[in-house]
């Protein structure tokens, strides 16, 4: 496989329920992102893995809970959600260091419904 | 800290007419500049990018775009449009945010190709 993947494609859940997305990236990159995007707004980064650190995280609420085990795999947790989560979760990789440029690897995103 | 304003969410053009979005930016250093383009249902793919080279930078599908920092522009172009164009596209800046250089995404732009 190459680039990045991510799991599943489609997702529903009720607002009780725990799931998980994955992302496993191939490119040999060391940082991690997770991003959401809803209709009507823009990107919003969620969380940041650089070196399997958490270097950001914009006041995202607890229900979501990530995980980096390695510099290729990236996890979303997530538990008793609220319907307006419902959105595209994308994950995208860089190389940090030594010279980051920002250009972020794209996989196709996980479509969550929350019922 | 930075931004990214895309003037214009939605953009229609007719087949083999010009194509022109556009993009103003915002940032204390100085930047480096992206432009993605994500096709339904699918996550986002670099279409071209300006990391201080040469200020007319050239991307696939035949785009185009020049940065012009007196203007704060990063506009995209291409001469002649194409039905397969017809995509969301995304500008955005790059800046250190912490230890991790982080990517700002404006809003995007909706492009229709009349046929």
């Known amino acids: 496989e190459t680039g990045v993947t991510q799991t599943p494609r489609h997702l529903v859940m009720g607002m009780t329920n725990k799931k998980s997305l994955k992302c496993e990236q191939h490119l040999g990159h060391n940082a991690m992102y997770w991003y959401k995007q809803s209709a009507k707004k823009p990107l919003e980064l969620m969380f940041v893995y650089s070196l399997e650190e958490r270097v950001e995280n914009n006041s995202v609420p607890s229900r979501f809970s990530p995980e980096c085990p390695n510099s290729s795999h990236l996890f979303l947790h997530l538990h008793t959600l609220q319907p307006e989560d419902s959105a595209l979760y994308l994950c995208a990789s860089s190389q940090d260091r030594p010279r980051n440029t920002g250009e972020l690897f794209f996989g196709e995103g996980s479509r969550l419904t929350v019922l | 800290a930075q931004s990214v304003t895309q003037l214009g969410s939605h953009v229609s053009v007719s087949e083999g007419a010009l194509v022109l979005l556009r993009c103003n930016y915002s940032?204390?250093?100085?930047?480096?500049l992206f432009w993605y383009v994500q096709y339904p249902n699918q996550g986002l793919q670099l279409l071209l990018k300006y990391t201080s080279a040469a200020t007319l930078v050239k991307g696939i599908n035949g785009f185009e775009a020049e940065f012009k920092k007196s203007e704060t522009s990063f506009h995209l172009t291409k001469p002649s449009a194409h039905m397969s164009d017809a995509a969301e596209y995304f500008c955005a800046v790059s800046a250190y945010s912490g230890s991790a250089r982080q990517l700002t995404f404006g809003s995007g732009t909706q492009l229709t190709v009349l046929p």
């Open positions: 940032s204390s250093v100085p930047p480096y």
